[in-house]
């Protein structure tokens, strides 16, 4: 329903900022038409103007806005500034460590077993 307000808790990790709402002691991603996992790569943090306790995340991939409300102005404060500066530090997608697909796992275990069978040798040679 457009227009209407719902109670989320915010959950934020390295590289995302996570939507969540609480429903029969479970959480579930609270919106329908968009991402409730927002990208924190050039995500922009902006007050709403003439709304002390509002804030924009304007995300840049996918481009999307929401709009977030604070119980309080200095909550919204906090969570504004500790958003910016988790965006100021987010690592560069290169530079972030993906998840090792099952394949990845293999040769790394096998490239691990190679490497000790040459030690294992070197130090017989020795």
């Known amino acids: 329903a457009t227009g209407r307000f719902r109670d989320v808790l915010m959950l934020l990790m390295t590289d995302v900022l996570v939507l969540l709402q609480e429903n029969n002691q479970k959480y579930t991603f609270p919106i329908q038409d968009k991402s409730a996992v927002i990208s924190l790569q050039n995500l922009i943090v902006r007050d709403i103007a003439n709304q002390e306790k509002g804030m924009f995340l304007i995300s840049a991939t996918p481009p999307e806005m929401y709009e977030v409300h604070a119980a309080?102005?200095?909550?919204?404060?906090?969570?504004?500034?500790?958003?910016?500066?988790?965006?100021?530090?987010?690592?560069?997608?290169?530079?972030?460590?993906?998840?090792?697909?099952?394949?990845?796992?293999?040769?790394r275990k096998l490239k691990d077993e190679i490497l000790q069978k040459d030690r294992d040798i070197a130090e017989l040679l020795e």
């Open 72 to 107: 309080s102005k200095d909550e919204r404060n906090t969570w504004m500034k500790i958003i910016q500066q988790s965006v100021r530090l987010c690592p560069k997608r290169e530079e972030f460590p993906l998840i090792e697909t099952e394949n990845e796992a293999y040769l």
